[in-house]
């Protein structure tokens, strides 16, 4: 890192941009993660449940500078998506119509992973793997668990990027703050890259955050051409908008958010009408002044068709002690029953892990 570091210096002073710089920064874990039924997301009919081996490394790269006339602007990528961050990876339908999942789009003139923006006195502006306006402004609850366990703590908006060669897609973001009030918006083209490929599924997003005497409360709305399912995150092209709010505090030094989301998806054929499904969750976390942390949240989702009403429900538990220097051991239990978008039943699968996650 030194040696980057120092690189970077030298190569600003010998060019003059004394306002540029480069920083890297990585992450990394290793631990043990269960699970009890592999074949949750799988097309597989038997139930099997095993241990596996969890590790990963990152290194990130953020990239800043700032204009003569004061302009800010920056790029960020991690070296594991430096090749989708150059142009789209997607594994996708060929061109004669056929699956093929060899099939790669290369002439993508926007990246799929990484960040690049601009910022100045009128706001923000972000485009690649955002989050859409409405997320920013509702967020998630507490992520569990050192490896995140399918990051079920996350609802499911639409016009976000997923981080799926189904649903990954370049977006654009808009920020503004004033007075304790946080304005977004987005755009994310669901298209395939820049190629004859077009799904026509595109989602707009808008979102407001606002904070007052220790209260933060979101607003947000979305309209897409790609359903996500909140819990198998699934999707489809059906024409879908939704609604929602927020509202988040501290008390005794416990953070306590809920979230609340309502969306209509449109003429789903199999349903033979619309469906209506409903996101609420509450979420907590504490950390001790001895640097042990507790974290949990429920979620339920309730699904309405025509024809009938089902449910999933998830539950989260985590804990974590801080080692000092950048490492921390965390584990979590993550249990989700009931039934998915289609009345599937979801068995009751539970997942776990515990590891070592460092930061450097």
Do not use: H
């Not at 890259?193 to 979102?207: K, M, P």
């Not at 209260?215 to 059906?238: C, L, N, Q, T, W």
């Not at 042990?292 to 699904?303: D, P, Q, S, T």
Request: charged share 20%.
């Amino acid at each position: 890192m030194k040696k980057v570091l120092f690189a970077t210096s030298a190569l600003v002073a010998f060019t003059g941009a004394a306002a540029a710089e480069v920083a890297v920064s990585g992450d990394a874990r290793i631990g043990m993660r269960y699970d009890s039924d592999l074949c949750a997301n799988a097309a597989c009919t038997t139930t099997d449940s095993a241990w596996n081996v969890v590790n990963r490394a990152r290194v990130k790269f953020t990239m800043t500078g700032t204009s003569d006339s004061g302009l800010e602007f920056g790029a960020e990528v991690r070296a594991e998506e430096a090749l989708r961050a150059r142009y789209g990876d997607q594994f996708t339908t060929a061109p004669d119509g056929t699956t093929n999942e060899t099939y790669r789009v290369r002439n993508s003139l926007s990246a799929d992973k990484g960040l690049v923006w601009v910022s100045g006195s009128y706001g923000k502006l972000t485009a690649g793997d955002i989050d859409s306006g409405m997320e920013n402004a509702l967020g998630d609850l507490p992520e569990i668990g050192m490896s995140g366990l399918d990051y079920l703590n996350e609802f499911g908006y639409s016009s976000s990027d997923f981080d799926d060669s189904v649903y990954s897609e370049a977006g654009l973001l808009y920020e503004y703050s004033f007075n304790g009030v946080k304005l977004f918006a987005s755009f994310m083209d669901q298209n395939i890259g820049y190629s004859a490929i077009d799904r026509d599924n595109n989602g707009y997003s808008l979102g407001a955050k606002y904070e007052m005497a220790g209260y933060e409360f979101g607003f947000g709305y979305e309209k897409s051409d790609f359903y996500i399912d909140p819990v198998g995150f699934d999707g489809g092209a059906y024409e879908n908008t939704s609604w929602g709010i927020s509202a988040a505090t501290v008390f005794n030094e416990v953070k306590v958010k809920g979230i609340y989301m309502t969306t209509t998806v449109e003429d789903i054929p199999t349903l033979t009408g619309d469906l209506d499904v409903d996101q609420f969750g509450v979420g907590a976390e504490y950390t001790m002044a001895n640097g042990v942390g507790l974290a949990g949240y429920w979620r339920r989702v309730a699904y309405d068709t025509p024809a009938d009403e089902f449910s999933a429900d998830v539950v989260g538990l985590g804990a974590s002690y801080d080692l000092g220097g950048g490492a921390t051991l965390k584990g979590g239990v993550v249990n989700v029953s009931g039934d998915d978008t289609l009345g599937e039943d979801l068995a009751d699968r539970t997942m776990a892990d515990f590891g070592l996650v460092f930061k450097f």
